[in-house]
T-cell receptor, first 112, second 112 residues
Framework: KAGVTQTPRYLIKTRGQQVTLSCSPISGHRSVSWYQQTPGQGLQFLFEYFSETQRNKGNFPGRFSGRQFSNSRSEMNVSTLELGDSALYLC???????????FGPGTRLLVL | AQSVTQLDSQVPVFEEAPVELRCNYSSSVSVYLFWYVQYPNQGLQLLLKYLSGSTLVKGINGFEAEFNKSQTSFHLRKPSVHISDTAEYFCAVIAGNTPLVFGKGTRLSVIA
């Protein structure tokens, strides 16, 4: 089975712009979670989607949003980018979300 | 809310020596526990997991971990490390309906 894929792998944006990241889960997985990884804050949970519904949300401002499509693929969007949004964004998938999560390679976002 | 504490931020060890990476968690409900490894510029790879059953779990690359409920610990061990084990290791917990929570990570450096 193919693993979790994320596109793009690298992204450079400027402050004030918006960005959309994409995640394709492992075939058959219906839960997709997103995490932000930074040197200072470590790995922080952004949100989880299951069957196109947001099931859990972390403590991030409303500029961070996401959605899931009927084929379980997910996108996350960050509007009005700030310098502090520079991070590695990781997507993980699992069957139903309450067990083992498998991670993609991440999208590295740099905001200038 | 649950939390995870990785007691050592950095662990240097000589090649072929044993290593233990420590992890403690706090939760008032039953937990699922995980260890992930992250190599430079990559996503997270699952090393091993405890969901239920035997408290000693074996994972990939010769790693094992023991779930100790009374001490709320899930320490990771390997009897003989290799240069290729140099990476960052994350302990994580799921409790109840809350999302996956990670520790701050332990950087393992294997010295030739």
């Amino acid at each position: 089975k193919a693993g979790v894929t994320q596109t793009p792998r690298y992204l450079i944006k400027t402050r004030g712009q918006q960005v959309t990241l994409s995640c394709s889960p492992i075939s058959g997985h219906r839960s997709v979670s997103w995490y932000q990884q930074t040197p200072g804050q470590g790995l922080q949970f952004l949100f989880e989607y299951f069957s196109e519904t947001q099931r859990n949300k972390g403590n991030f401002p409303g500029r961070f949003s996401g959605r899931q499509f009927s084929n379980s693929r997910s996108e996350m969007n960050v509007s009005t980018l700030e310098l502090g949004d520079s991070a590695l964004y990781l997507c993980a998938s699992s069957h139903i979300g309450k067990e083992t999560q498998y991670f993609g390679p991440g999208t590295r976002l740099l905001v200038l | 809310a649950q939390s995870v504490t990785q007691l050592d931020s950095q662990v240097p060890v000589f090649e072929e020596a044993p290593v233990e990476l420590r992890c403690n968690y706090s939760s008032s409900v039953s937990v699922y526990l995980f260890w992930y490894v992250q190599y430079p510029n990559q996503g997270l790879q699952l090393l091993l997991k405890y969901l239920s059953g035997s408290t000693l779990v074996k994972g990939i690359n010769g790693f094992e971990a023991e779930f100790n409920k009374s001490q709320t610990s899930f320490h990771l061990r390997k009897p003989s490390v290799h240069i290729s084990d140099t990476a960052e290791y994350f302990c994580a917990v799921i409790a109840g309906n809350t999302p996956l929570v990670f520790g701050k990570g332990t950087r393992l450096s294997v010295i030739a």
